[in-house]
């Protein structure tokens, strides 16, 4: 057995499972076969595609569970732009009249966004000289003087 006794065994519990005429689109996270949390290993092997080898990857493709096809698979969360975070932390500035501290998060739709965190590392990056000019100037809107400075205040508020 190439991919090992406790692979094959867990493939084979789930073949079995989906051949007894379970739909694979049902799955979900709390589906248990002879003790296995099936679904939380076949996720773990979804999530890790690319570094399966190509027969294990051949398996999971004859049952049509590929991350394109799982349910399982989370969808791919796409990046804040900086100017996005930009607009977070003008809301901030906003709302709590002070710049964040350096581990202060927000809570913006459900998910939580470091924001103290972005803007130190925004800080070193402008000290280091490798902030993009544009990135620069969007920060230096909100702050009075140089939004580098720790001590750097927010514009007055309107």
Avoid at 32 to 46: E, K, M, P
Avoid at 60 to 89: E, G, I, K, W
Wanted: proline share 8%; net charge positive; charged share 25%.
């Amino acid at each position: 057995m190439p991919y090992g006794a406790d692979w094959h065994r867990k493939y084979h519990l789930l073949r079995a499972h989906l051949e007894a005429g379970n739909d694979p689109s049902a799955l979900t996270p709390d589906i248990r076969i002879a003790g296995v949390n099936i679904t939380s290993w076949l996720t773990r092997q979804l999530t890790r595609w690319t570094t399966l080898d190509p027969g294990q990857r051949d398996l999971l493709s004859t049952l049509n569970l590929t991350p394109a096809t799982s349910p399982l698979v989370p969808p791919r969360r796409t990046r804040r732009t900086f100017a996005q975070t930009v607009q977070l932390l003008e809301l901030f500035l906003h709302r709590e009249g002070r710049a964040p501290t350096a581990r202060e998060m927000i809570n913006v739709d459900g998910e939580r966004v470091q924001i103290g965190p972005w803007l130190a590392k925004a800080r070193t990056k402008k000290r280091g000289g490798q902030l993009p000019a544009e990135h620069d100037s969007l920060l230096g809107t909100l702050f009075e003087g140089d939004w580098a400075n720790d001590t750097a205040q927010p514009v007055a508020l309107a």
